[in-house]
């Protein structure tokens, strides 16, 4: 992992749980709350399970022949 993804989703990630403060502390929103809680799960997950990513996918390129 490059070092400007790293920087990058430390600022995401600290941007959300921000936001699900804001939402919860601040101003009570549930709904706005729950928004961001599940973006940030999902996020999450989908960071930690290396098979959802596409490696050898790029623009263009076709999977698989006819």
């Not at 995401?12 to 919860?24: A, E, K, N, Q, V």
């Not at 928004?35 to 996918?57: C, D, E, N, S, Y």
Request: a negative charge.
């Amino acid at each position: 992992m490059k070092v400007g993804s790293m920087i990058g989703n430390i600022i995401l990630y600290g941007f959300l749980l921000w936001l699900l403060y804001d939402s919860l502390i601040t101003e009570w929103d549930p709904w706005f709350a729950f928004v961001v809680g599940f973006l940030t799960f999902v996020a999450v997950v989908i960071q930690l399970m290396p098979r959802l990513h596409a490696p050898k996918v790029s623009p263009g390129e076709y999977p698989f022949e006819d």
